[in-house]
């Protein structure tokens, strides 16, 4: 049911950022070192609950951006690994977090934390990593990194109670929507990009651009994920197909199709996502309104769009094989569904 993916894209996305993991691959083991001293706790649910999720097999793309963009003017020191470790506290911090508001039974194809030590165990451990991820980012001592970081914090909790607010709401708009996801998913890959050249020193121009780089490289990689919900696999996507559908998420899919539907497919979207007629008949109804309305091909287009605006972000600056792995990066968030 679905959309029908290519099967080799898996080889072409382990391709695609093979030199960002390479270039980053010294610094990434510090920072798994630093995660799992930092993730330690003498109440011993902590770092059971921290590692579950810290060790199921995410990419830590952010943390290689900040890793990345810091070599990419330079640096040389140890407070790029502080705060690359930082931004996966955060991220990991929003995920245990997220499972709770949206009742999340899988991620990264394991059950969540919530599933097993409960919602109250998840939003405690998530607040306790993001404490320590604010105490790295003041033993960095910039105050500009920790203004960027802190400041897509708020912006990341914000997002998140506007997606909420907008759930079910079918009159949700496109500009809404992306006022969503800039601020849920998008913030945090603007901040770990630009905190790199901010402690490397860089000019003002350079972490402008690093801070575009990021903000719509997030875009592109949310915006397939919205596509992946009705279009990919569980091991794709890291959760269950068809979740956000279940949840009565309006993401651009559904925004695309409710407007473009006829009078009847609308009523079907009304009983779907505000009445949460959400069987396995009705998602795969709704994947074949979308596939007759163009809104997933939609969809990675507009992602596509802001990949391209990422990558002429980029397009101003020396080249290095940092800014060339970061470039690769755009072309790997866009091909898990093309």
């Known amino acids: 049911m679905g959309v029908v993916l290519n099967i080799e894209k898996g080889k072409r996305d382990a391709a695609s950022i093979k030199d960002l993991i390479d270039l980053t691959s010294a610094d990434m083991g510090r920072v798994n070192e ?50 690359a ?20 039974d899988l991620r990264r194809g394991k059950k969540t934390a919530r599933t097993i030590w409960g ?17 790295m980012m003041v033993e960095v001592g910039s105050l500009e990194a920790l203004d960027i970081l802190s400041s897509a914090a708020s912006i990341i909790a914000e997002g998140e109670v506007m997606q909420l607010a907008a ?3 079918l009159d949700t708009t496109e500009d809404e929507h992306f006022a969503v996801i800039k601020a849920k998913t998008a913030a945090l890959f603007s901040a770990a990009a630009e905190v790199g050249p901010v402690i490397a ?5 350079d972490k402008a651009a690093l801070r575009s780089y990021g903000m719509n490289l997030g875009l592109a990689f949310q915006l397939i994920d919205d596509a992946l919900d009705y279009g990919g696999s ?8 068809g979740d956000d559908f279940r949840e009565g998420k309006v993401t651009l899919p559904v925004i695309l199709s409710y407007r473009r539907g006829t009078t ?16 396995d008949a009705a998602l795969e109804k709704a994947v074949g309104l979308m596939v007759r309305h163009g809104a997933i091909a939609d969809t990675i287009g507009r992602a596509s769009h802001f990949g391209e605006i990422a990558r002429d972000a980029l397009a101003p600056l020396e080249q290095t094989p940092q800014k060339s792995a970061l470039i690769d990066v755009i072309d790997f968030c866009i091909s898990r569904v093309v």
């Open 264 to 279: 009847a497919e609308r009523a079907f979207w009304k009983s779907a996502i505000e009445e949460g007629k959400t069987d």
């Open 167 to 169: 759930a079910k709401n």
């Open 234 to 241: 569980s091991k794709d996507l890291g959760k269950n197909v």
């Open 85 to 104: 470790t930082s931004v996966e506290f955060m991220h990991t911090a929003t995920l245990l977090h997220d499972d709770v508001v949206d009742e999340s």
């Open 34 to 83: 630093l995660i799992l001293s930092k993730a330690g706790s003498d109440v011993e649910m902590i770092p059971e609950v921290a590692n579950h999720l810290i060790s199921s097999g995410g990419k830590r793309l952010r943390p290689m951006l900040t890793l990345a963009a810091a070599q990419m003017f330079g640096f040389a020191g140890e407070n790029h690994v502080r705060l």
């Open 119 to 135: 919602n109250q165990a998840s939003v405690l451990v998530g607040d306790f990593l993001l404490g320590q991820a604010f105490r």
């Open 201 to 205: 020193g860089a000019s003002k121009n």
